[in-house]
């Protein structure tokens, strides 16, 4: 399913911010601590795959900052915002890939 949303996402830019504003909402006051979880992996696996637009990314940006859990989670993930932004999109991952970015 999230090799699926990549190849949609990626082929057409202007659902990229819906996902990442999706992403951020389902992580912002979430008590489920799995669902969480899950949620920050499709935003990791999403800051590796494409950018958000400039319009978006410094609100991005203060969403990692102040709701990542842990220093060197929200430095990582940083990282990726920035080199992607720099970058630009990818070409969609293999499901090998995906698979090692997840674990």
């Known amino acids: 399913m999230t ?3 990549l190849l949609r996402v990626v ?3 202007a659902l990229r911010d819906e996902t990442f ?22 935003l990791d696996v999403c800051l590796k795959s494409f950018p ?4 978006l990314e410094n609100f991005l940006e203060g969403f990692v900052r102040t ?3 842990g220093m060197g989670e929200m430095s990582a993930r940083l990282s990726l ?6 970058d630009g999109a990818k070409p969609v991952p293999s ?3 995906l698979c090692e970015w997840i674990v």
């Open 67 to 69: 709701r990542t859990p």
């Open 95 to 97: 499901m090998e890939q």
């Open 52 to 55: 958000p637009s400039d319009i």
């Open 11 to 13: 082929a057409h830019t």
């Open 3 to 5: 090799r699926r949303l």
């Open 21 to 42: 504003v999706q992403i951020m909402k389902q992580l912002s006051d979430n008590p489920r601590r799995a669902s969480c979880i899950r949620g920050w992996t499709l």
């Open 81 to 86: 915002l920035y080199q992607t932004a720099l």
